[in-house]
Structures are given as structure tokens and as C-alpha cells.
């Protein structure tokens, strides 16, 4: 049905209106998550066309720099939450249409076997439900459906060191906390935990300069805020809809959830804002 919805969309004439007249003064951030490599090749050659694809850092200098030459029209930034296995696969099309990619990664995953829980097979609730318990409770009872936090299973959900290495001559890596819980829900030690610790982990680790955080879910207090400007970093990005502009908060920046599949339609209204439009006018989530 939704596939439907989004052929009309886009041919409607819509996607290019807001392209036009919206997204030419502004800068879009999309959130992806993993990708086949046919799909970041159709996605990123898709982008190319129709957007200015520029890197997060050049945004957060320009920012902070009040700097509005180093923006182009319709600029465009390319994320990916959480560090998934598949991520690897994309590096070829990275590298051939050299397309600034910003990756988070969840430091306490990575290189290891243990998994994404909202990822865990046999969860017995929907993952909105685990979302509104206290981080403690989340964790008892997700491990009652066979998840622990801490335990290494066959088979990893994340890209191994080496992999992340590899990718990061390439790509932007930055953080999603150590375990992706939903901070709001977590007691101060824990928050202040998965916030400083992922970036000390990666820049100790792996070398990187973190100064990013993308907040898993994209929930976020203003306790949570406040220990991510604590910890050192120059920007938080959230998946609250919209676009951003020279003017925006550092610590609020906003971000178009898009699909990860190869449906070109449902890409071309995604990105351009339409989706969490006609969203938002319904008075729902834009996912
Ligand atoms: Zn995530």
C-alpha cells in the first residue's frame, strides 16, 4: 500500500517543490541504517543528482565559524546509525562516487559478538514497549526473551575493527553511545557512561576524533544534552523531523528518517522532507 502512496507522491510534483523551494536555503540530514550494495549505489547516485552531498564536519564548522560560503545549495548530509555488519558492503560505492558518509557507531558492539537488542530474534513485545521501561527494567526483561547486554552469541550484528578501520580513510566515524539504550530512560551514571565512554573508547581505540553523537532512537533529554556538551562533543544529532540551517542549535540537529530499501520512490519523498511533513500534518512519527 505505502509503495503505492509514494509513486503518487513523487510523481505529484511535490518532492521537487520542496527540493526547490524548501531544501535550496537548508541543509537535510538522513538517518540509514544498513544497505545492500545495489541499494547505496541506486541511493547515492540518486543523491548526487539532485542534492549537494557535503560532509557533517563541513556543516559543524560552518556553524560555529558563521561561515555561509562553505554550504551550497541544497546541501545534503548522509548518515548511518549504529555500525551494522552490512555497512562494509557499501565501502566500493562509497569510494566511487566519493559520497561524504557520516557512520555512529555503538563502541561496546562493535568488534565483538554481542548484539543490537532491538535487533534479537524472539523478543516477545513490540520494541516500543521495552522503549518506555527504566534502562534496569528494560534489561531484565529482554533478558528474559534470551538478550544480555554483555553476552557474545555466534555470530556479530557489527563491522569488526579492521573493517571500521578500512572504512574510516573513507568515512566519518562518530558515536552512538556504547550500547544504544534509550537515555532518557537510564539513571545519570549509566547516561553519563554510554555518552563519555563511547567517545573516549573510539578516540583511545581507533584514533578517531569523535565530536559527534547521534542519540540511539533519537531519545534525548536535556540531562542527556547537557553531559554530551560535559563530555566534549560539538554537535548531537537527533531523529526529530526537519531542516537545518546556519541558525541551528549544534546540540538539536535535525534529521529525515529514510528507508533502507530499494524503493526510489519512497527515497525521493523521504528526503525531501515531504514524508515527515504529511507526517507531522497527521500528527504522527514520520517513521
Ligand atoms: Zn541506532
Known sequence: ????????????????????????NKVTILMFHEVSKETAEQTFSYLHKKYNLINLNDFINAIVNNDKTKIPKKALIITFDDGLLQNYEMLPIIKKYKTPV?????????????????????????????????????????????????KEYGKPHAMSKNQIIDMS????????????????MCGDDVAKEEIYGAKQFLEKEYGFHINAIAYPN????????????????????????????????????KRFSTNDTADINELIVKSSGLWYFLKSLAGKKQN
Request: proline residues 4%.
Open 1 to 24: 500500500m505505502n509503495k503505492i502512496i509514494f509513486k503518487i507522491l513523487r510523481f505529484s510534483g511535490l518532492p521537487w517543490l520542496f527540493r526547490q523551494i524548501i531544501q535550496n
Open 218 to 253: 533519537g531519545d534525548y533529554s536535556e540531562r542527556d544534552i547537557s553531559l554530551t556538551k560535559e563530555a566534549g562533543y560539538q554537535c548531537a544529532i537527533t531523529v526529530d523531523g526537519g531542516y537545518n540551517t546556519l541558525n541551528s542549535d549544534l546540540f538539536h540537529l
Open 102 to 150: 557520516t557512520l555512529f557507531l555503538c563502541s561496546s558492539i562493535i568488534n565483538t559478538n554481542r548484539h543490537y537488542w532491538y535487533k534479537h530474534q524472539g523478543l516477545s513485545k513490540p520494541l516500543a514497549y521495552y522503549k518506555t521501561l527504566p534502562n534496569q527494567k528494560r534489561l531484565s526483561e529482554l533478558a528474559k526473551d534470551g538478550f544480555i547486554q554483555d
Open 169 to 184: 580513510q573513507f568515512v566519518n566515524m562518530q558515536a552512538h553511545t556504547k550500547f544504544h539504550p534509550c537515555l532518557p
